[in-house]
């Protein structure tokens, strides 16, 4: 009787082996998705309404097709998008017409999507490199309400009011403006086992004080880095860096503490983040009236403390980066006693032992007779945010070594 039984399990097991599906070669389990570019939404912009947005974006990882997200995140009701389409860029809102591809979301060509909510589209078939550019087009048919939108692009969007023109060659004559809308992921997705650097920051890694359209933040020039050494060249970087962000309070965008989940941890094959941020905290002290504002050296660490517990709980290793100097900047920004507490958050960033690695943006960019000060030749001219060439060094600063452990 036993041998009967086992007899009809191993039938039955033979018959539900026989009708299962089998996965096809190049099933979502076998791919590899890799966030190649972000823009991370930081605040509520102008309303769309019949209008076409096309956004260039510079990828960091090449792939054989790619993916887009879209945000809602601070529109107050439904928006619609589409159609959408990407393509390579030719120059400025020009493209590469035999490169266009419409976007799909579900199969669909349009997208509603609910306030706060964000939106992944299907795979797209299309082969791209590293550092080179993609543009995004996208039709708003209705009124949008608030645009969600990463205020500091540094990089020009073009608007049409001339209906949809998301496959159009070049956009007929328009606005343009300098933030992102709506738009704050492009996904390559490749075979190879690529991994993802994520720089999240304030102002200084969102690039402020940059020159617009020619990439030139200090994430930018790590990209051109690591695509030039063989060795490091399958690593990709996103930008999650907010103008006016800071560790502990809202302000320009949600706290890093409030957005290190999305905008760091779930961002697909992050491997590493860069942490430079708490120089807001420590001017906003100086500046703010409001006590909920006033923050202490300690209360940084406290918060960067946060954060690389939550990165390590995922697997993340964390580069510490020192705060660099802002001596010079307009009263109350800075200030004596922000000073003191800019090198004590520094000095414990450098000796703690709490980062994985560390980069001593500091040293690097101030000015040796005048340590508070940026080094003229790095110094945007505003005594806060540097310079092209400061960014550049920068990236030259971190050293590659640091992303050798890749298990």
């Known amino acids: 009787m036993t041998t009967s039984k086992n007899l009809l399990r191993t039938l039955l097991l033979m018959l539900i082996l026989s009708v299962a599906p089998h996965a096809p070669a190049g099933t979502l389990a076998q791919e590899h998705w890799i966030d190649a570019w972000a823009a991370a939404p930081d605040s509520g912009g102008p309303p769309l309404d019949h209008q076409t947005v096309r956004q260039i974006v510079r990828l960091s990882a090449s792939g054989s097709k790619v993916r887009i997200r879209l945000s809602n995140l601070f529109g107050t009701a439904p928006v619609t998008i589409g159609p959408v389409h990407v393509a390579k860029r030719l120059s400025g809102s020009a493209i590469k017409p035999d490169t266009d591809r419409a976007v799909s979301f579900g199969g669909k060509s349009t997208i509603r999507i609910a306030p706060g909510a964000n939106v992944l589209s299907d795979p797209i078939e299309l082969a791209v490199t590293a550092l080179e550019d993609l543009a995004v087009s ?50 390559v997705e490749s075979t190879s086992s690529k991994q993802l650097l994520v720089a999240f920051g304030d102002s200084i890694t969102d690039g402020y004080g940059s020159t617009p359209n020619v990439n030139a933040r200090w994430p930018d020039f790590l990209v051109q880095r690591l695509q030039s050494d063989p060795a490091y060249s399958s690593i990709a970087v996103a930008n999650s860096g907010i103008s006016g962000n800071r560790i502990l309070n809202d302000g320009a965008g949600p706290s890093a503490l409030k957005r290190f989940d999305r905008d760091v941890l779930t961002k697909p094959g992050v491997k590493w983040v860069v942490l430079l941020e708490g120089i807001n905290d420590i001017g906003e002290t100086n500046e703010s009236p409001n006590p909920k504002d006033h923050v202490s050296a300690q209360q940084i660490i406290d918060g960067m403390k946060q954060l690389i517990t939550r990165a390590h709980a995922k697997g993340i ?17 800075h200030s004596a006693s922000g000073e003191i507490a800019r090198r004590a958050v520094n000095n414990w960033i450098r000796n703690s032992g709490a980062f994985d690695g560390i980069v001593d943006f500091d040293q690097l960019t101030r000015d040796p007779e005048f340590p508070d000060r940026f080094l003229p030749a790095y110094d945007s001219g505003d005594h806060l945010h540097p310079s092209d060439a400061g960014y550049k060094a920068m990236a030259s600063a971190i050293d590659l070594h640091f992303f050798d452990h890749r298990d």
């Open 317 to 333: 290793k964390v580069l510490g980066a020192t705060l660099t100097p802002f001596g010079g900047v307009d009263w109350p920004y």
């Open 138 to 187: 996208m039709y708003l048919p209705t009124r949008t309400g608030p645009s969600t939108v990463h205020a500091l692009g540094v990089q020009t969007a073009y608007i049409t009011l001339a209906g949809d023109q998301t496959a159009s060659a070049t956009l007929p004559e328009g606005e343009v403006a300098s933030a992102r809308f709506f738009l704050t992921d492009v996904e």
